[in-house]
């Protein structure tokens, strides 16, 4: 069952090198924490992440946000997290046909598969999409997090899609480094990693769809492996404290987890 195996033991069970990676990653820093940094401006893109690096597993990010896009930007973005030790993650979550994401990709402004060796996909388009990822052209060990469930209010997402997405999931096992959602799914599919995004202490909401649960909650309840946590950490006066609240909450509720 993967709830109760540890990380370390997890690790040797992963199909998919970033994944392997990823849970040495969490072992090593003591950290579960994968911060979403949806930040308007490069320097504070650049800034955040020195603060909150020692504290992460992975940064999630969403590129197209960012209204002075530079490619210079990334250099430094990838020293940042070589030197905190933890892992660029692209949300760029892909649904299009095979031969537009291979472009979406690996192409255009931003070259996604050059610098980010973490992305996600939906599984509404079918296979041609892992396909495409699996075979562009950029960095040579890549991972992906396959959508299955999301945090948002009312989203359309049916049992059967949850399953059909998990059946897809373990076809790519190479490829898939774990899969989003709010359920403890996969519990006999170890080496994959479960990804929970809408983690936050003070709200339950916000006013756009948004829904939120506490760090206990998702490790303990909802089976999360990685909690992202987005406006709990970039909105707080001083990030870099709230991210290790964050990160020392995820990391005892994960003790808690594997020793029950
Ligand atoms: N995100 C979700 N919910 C989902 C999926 C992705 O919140 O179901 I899939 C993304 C959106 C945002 C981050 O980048 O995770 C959460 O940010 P906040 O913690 O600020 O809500």
Redesign the pocket.
Known sequence: NRLILSFEARAKLAKNPISEQLFKIMRCKQTTLCV?V?ILNSTDLLNFAERVGPHICAL?T?IDILEDFHPNLLQPLQEIAKSHNFLLFE?R?FADIGKTVEYQYSKGLYKISSWAPLV?VHSLMGRGVLDAIKTSEGLEKRGVFL?A????AG?LISDNYVKETIKMAEEYPELIAGV?C?NPLFLNNPGLIQLC????MENKQ?NLG?R?NSPLTVVLEKGADIA?????I?QSSDPACAAERYKKMLWDAYLQRIES
């Open positions: 979403a949806d999630k969403h949300d979550k996600t959508l469930e999301a945090s948002a989203n989003v709010q995004p809408g983690v936050q916000d948004q939120y992202v946590v987005g406006r709990g970039t």
